[in-house]
């Protein structure tokens, strides 16, 4: 690919490596407001171009549950006469995941659901099918879903966007060459020395009616996308309530039946265990142990 490229050409090239069985996530960086939104869905109308796949910003979500019943279908669903399950897109379909943050954010790399995402991620090639996906600052991302990015885009300024993609080399334990690229593009502010660095693209803004569909889709899926994740939140975090509050009955527990047998005691080393020592350790207020003790809590 030359130094400069279009939104056609490079879609045509992710639509060729995913023909030959090679998986392409893109991801999309830049300052809010800069156009990553405005870039992605111009390459996934490029995309359906190329692929004869349609495309449409229905195709964009705010949900990890929705991108992964768009990849594997409903859980427990039959494939049907097309070979599809319920709610599952068709071989070769793009998924434009516009906040990528409330996805794979590095810092909910324990999120058992996230984990799943990526595990997902690295099954579903067979599928063909194009992930992209808008993000502030890309290393935010967690670095198990980055290293599954081929292309890293980065958005300057409004109409222009950066093109990189992990280097193919067996001794590279950053294929992204981070703090060498950051080195490089201090010296020039520019990226074309970087050996990360494949092409550049002008790209058009939305139509009026483009950006009224996309701000209308928007409002409605993000809201629905924030109620789910601070749902599935609380469901967690009372999750691990109880098995901790359960962990302490039994260590109190456990200590009346060990306390009852001074050669123990003195084998051991151990005494009594009180409500204060308790709290103490958890951080806690000895009357929140006391509840919890009786199971009142």
């Known amino acids: 690919m030359s130094s400069f490229a279009n939104l056609d050409q490079f879609a045509q090239l992710i639509y060729d490596l995913l023909k030959s069985d090679r998986d392409n996530n893109v991801g999309v960086g830049g300052f809010t407001g800069e156009g990553k939104s405005t870039f ?88 063909h099918l194009l992930i992209g996906g808008c993000v502030p600052n890309f290393w935010d991302l967690d670095s198990a879903f980055t290293s599954r990015i081929r292309f890293y885009v980065y958005i300057p300024f409004r109409g222009t966007a950066w093109i990189f993609e992990q280097e193919n080399n067996p001794f590279a334990s950053d294929p992204w060459n981070k703090n060498y690229n950051k080195k490089i593009f201090r010296k020039n502010r520019k990226p074309y020395k970087i050996p990360n660095f494949i092409c550049e693209i002008q790209y058009p803004d939305w139509t009026p009616d483009e950006k009224i569909e996309y701000y ?82």
């Open 216 to 297: 209308k889709i928007r409002n409605k899926k993000r809201l629905l996308a924030f109620d789910q994740n601070t749902s599935e939140k609380k469901e967690r975090y009372s999750s691990i309530k109880r098995q901790r509050d359960e962990l302490i009955r039994m260590m109190f527990n456990d200590n009346q039946q060990l306390i009852k047998y001074p050669e123990l005691i003195k084998e051991l080393e151990i005494g009594k265990l009180t409500n204060k020592a308790v709290s103490e350790i958890l951080g806690l207020s000895q009357e929140a142990i006391r509840k919890i003790r009786l199971n009142i809590r």
């Open 40 to 127: 992605l869905t111009g390459l996934f109308k490029s995309y359906a171009k190329a692929s004869s796949v349609p495309w449409n910003f229905h195709q964009m979500t705010w949900s990890r549950n929705e991108m992964l019943q768009w990849i594997d279908g409903e859980k427990g669903a039959k494939a049907n006469s097309n070979g599809l399950k319920k709610g599952q897109l068709s071989e070769y379909s793009g998924i434009l995941c516009d906040e990528l943050w409330l996805l794979f954010y590095k810092r909910n790399w324990y999120d058992e659901g996230q984990i799943d995402a990526i595990g997902t991620l690295n099954m579903c090639r067979d599928r």
